[in-house]
């Protein structure tokens, strides 16, 4: 019987497929010589707000500069407090240091691994400006209680939609949730790019009419610097091949949720790990399907399905708080719902093109895991 080989992630296949399309606006690029900005940019950002469903868009040359433009454009200041959920890949956090602010960390919640939205009130002080919700793995999270809270103490909200391309809160696009929101295209996410990219949406055109000051070293003319911004424009080769994707990212999108309903079928009865917990005004885009295991023996599951030709990965190891930077602010147990996810939590192979037969041998070799360990 010839071996079934499950990778973590397959771009390849993905891009086979778009090649040509891809390639043909290369060529007109490189005869016209347009590499910065000009028309492909701009209709990236006018297909990108509209699957968003939002009034604008920014586009940028990578998450962490979105997040960071977004946050120079709410008016962002050194010392200035922001809330970040302790359980989240480094740039969000990162970004708001790299302007001088402080991030507060909040705890998340078990099962959606979410931030705690009812743990953000006791963090609030004069000195916070803002609150930074992620949509983790492409998993919503708790808008609506976010933006009440912020509203009632004058704050904005960013949404951290780097994993949540095309997900859904109560019917309405992650992106558009809240005062402003971030988008990373970085290769491996749902949209991805062909290099590095990102992007921040809203539906205040004038605040998006800064974040194209801000990112064009402060410029609405040429050689006039009136604020202080960076250079952080998306290449138009980058701009073009996301163009040729937005005409797939929903049938990929359904494609990842076909795969994530398969998963939940095939180890809906494997008691020793935790599947993700998904709200009913939840719809996800499963940039990740990340299951936990009751049983210490992570590591161990890891190993074993390595052993067996099927890549699965760790989001994320060290969580935040654990960190260099905020070694000497938090102690390990300060935030005990991410320190759990980030020691039990592994993530199983998720991407389009994935075919049941995969995701089938992935969860027999899991259920076959957990028996042969019971024996022991």
């Known amino acids: 019987m ?4 499950v990778p973590f992630l397959d771009l390849k296949k993905q891009h086979k497929k778009i090649k040509k399309q891809i390639l043909k606006n290369w060529e007109d690029i490189l005869v016209n010589a347009s590499f910065v900005g000009g028309s492909w940019v701009e209709k990236f950002e006018d297909q990108f707000k509209s699957f968003c469903e939002t009034d604008a868009c920014a586009a940028v040359d990578s998450g962490t500069d979105a997040l960071e433009v977004a ?8 010392g200035d407090e922001i809330l970040a959920p302790a359980n989240t890949f480094y740039a969000t956090v990162e970004a708001i240091l790299l302007i001088g602010a402080i991030p507060v960390l909040v705890d998340c919640k078990h099962g959606t691994w979410n931030i705690n939205e009812d743990l953000i009130e006791e963090k609030l002080n004069s000195k916070t400006v803002g609150i930074i919700g992620v949509h983790l793995y492409g998993n919503p999270c708790e808008m609506d209680t976010i933006n009440k809270i912020a509203e009632r103490h004058n704050l904005w909200v960013l949404e951290d939609s780097a994993q949540a391309h095309g997900a859904t809160y109560k019917g309405r696009k992650c992106g558009s949730l809240g005062n402003a929101a ?40 040429k050689y006039v610097h009136e604020i202080l911004g960076k250079n952080s424009k998306m290449p138009t080769l980058i701009a073009s091949a996301l163009s040729v994707k937005m005409n797939y990212i929903e049938e990929w999108t359904e494609k990842r949720r076909r795969n994530a309903a398969y998963y939940y079928k095939y180890l809906s009865n494997v008691k020793q790990i935790e599947l993700p917990e998904i709200k009913d005004y939840s719809n996800p ?12 023996n992570r590591d161990k599951l890891h190993e074993y399905l390595k052993s067996q030709n099927i890549s ?7 969580p935040v708080h654990m960190q260099n930077h905020f070694k000497n602010i938090y102690e390990p147990d300060d935030f005990p719902v991410a320190k759990y996810n980030a020691s039990q939590s592994l993530s199983l192979p998720m991407y389009p093109e994935l075919t049941k037969k995969q995701i089938k041998f992935v969860c027999d070799k899991v259920k076959e895991f957990y028996k042969q360990h019971e024996k022991r």
């Open 2 to 5: 010839k071996q079934i080989t």
């Open 71 to 78: 946050l120079r454009s709410l008016g962002v200041k050194p």
């Open 182 to 221: 971030a988008f990373s295209f970085y290769p491996g996410k749902n949209l991805g790019s062909t290099g590095e990219g990102g992007a921040i949406t809203s539906n205040n055109k004038e605040f998006i009419d800064r974040c194209k000051q801000v990112r064009n070293h402060g410029c609405k003319v």
């Open 285 to 296: 885009v499963w940039h990740l399907f990340v299951v936990h295991d009751k049983t210490n």
């Open 312 to 318: 699965t990965g760790f989001h994320y190891p060290v």
